[in-house]
């Protein structure tokens, strides 16, 4: 089957200032994120994309404009199940005073039990996006060959919960894959099970260097983080 090109979205407004963005409008690329998007065409020169298939939201599309202006006979498609995770509530607040919420917690440890207040459950997020990626394989592979890639730019908890279920973990286990902003992951797809040729890809090494981290430095940061300084 086909070969996925997962895009986290490059680093946003929301990201820097510490704000779980969910799907609130108008959160843009931030002057970092605009030069990791600018980057994506030459990372990526080499390999052929049959399409490009995008979460709804700015900061993706964003994502994905230099791409799509690097080669525009590129078909661009927009899918609802690849939107970002429906916080609820907890759209629009600062990550700091969540952390003291119960629910922090069960999404931590717990994700498949964790439902947000006036949003969806993460179970239905990760449900509704391999739904999406399985749909699209199918459409590749159909109209352009087994040995097909496309590009899908989403989200962070978006990409952690397809990495989950191609590497056969519970949706428990998700908080410990880490995507930076605008990194690459790849996963082929076959008849009898996916094979994770990339995770987080992002060809820098800064964000391994010691820096000091606000709160739990165990917890995963809910939405994805900002990334390397």
Known sequence: MATLILVRHGRSTANTSGV??????????????AAQAAALPGRLADVP?????????????ETLRPLLDARPDLP????????????????????????????????????????FPGGESMRAMQNRAVEAVRDWNARIEAEHGEDACYLMCS????????VADALGLHLDLF??????PCSV????????????????DTGDFAGFAPRE?????????????AGAP
């Open 185 to 200: 992951t790849v996963i082929r797809y076959t008849r009898l099970r996916p094979f994770l040729l990339r995770l987080g």
């Open 49 to 61: 994309l049959a399409v490009a298939v995008s979460s709804p939201l700015q900061r993706c599309r």
């Open 76 to 115: 661009l498609h927009v899918e609802d199940r690849i939107n970002e995770c429906d916080y609820g509530d907890w759209s629009g607040r600062k990550l700091a005073e969540l952390n003291d919420e119960p629910l922090m917690e069960v999404v931590q440890a717990h994700a498949s039990a964790a439902a």
């Open 155 to 162: 989200h962070g908890d978006i990409v952690k919960s397809l």
């Open 20 to 33: 779980l963005a969910g799907r609130t409008p108008g959160i843009a690329l931030d002057e970092r994120g």
């Open 213 to 225: 981290r606000p709160g739990d430095a165990g917890a995963a940061e809910v939405g994805g983080g």
């Open 175 to 180: 908080q410990r894959v880490h995507v930076d």
